[in-house]
């Protein structure tokens, strides 16, 4: 079994940065994917980010060039670095790890105020 545990989320200006951070634990020898979606109020939920076992990432157009993912192995972690945040951002936030079946964090809340 996988536990994910997000933690990062919180409310921000419209510019500013925030770094969410997804901690793995369990059965992880290997996995396919990490990375995080998001879900808007009354929208459906949308990928923002991926990262490979590999180290390839993949950007949803709408973040590319404000917001990274990275990983650290020796902590089972992946982060996602928020820059420019603008309102539309606002949303919760879920972690994700493929392996074998895809595991979901609890979400964390990401507001942007304009």
């Known amino acids: 079994q996988v536990q994910l545990v997000e933690s990062g989320g919180g409310l921000v200006q419209a510019g500013g940065s925030l770094r969410l951070s997804c901690a793995a634990s369990?059965?992880?020898?290997?996995?396919?994917?990490m990375g995080w979606y998001r879900q808007a109020p009354g929208k459906q939920r949308e990928v923002v980010a991926h990262i490979t076992s590999g180290g390839s990432t993949n950007y949803a157009d709408s973040v590319k060039g404000r917001f990274t993912i990275s990983r650290d192995g020796a902590k089972n972690t992946v982060y996602l670095h928020m820059n420019v945040l603008k309102p539309e951002d606002t949303a919760v936030y879920y972690c994700f790890l493929d392996r074998m079946r895809r595991y979901w964090g609890q979400g964390t809340q990401v507001t942007v105020s304009s």
């Open positions: 369990g059965s992880i020898f290997s996995f396919n994917a």
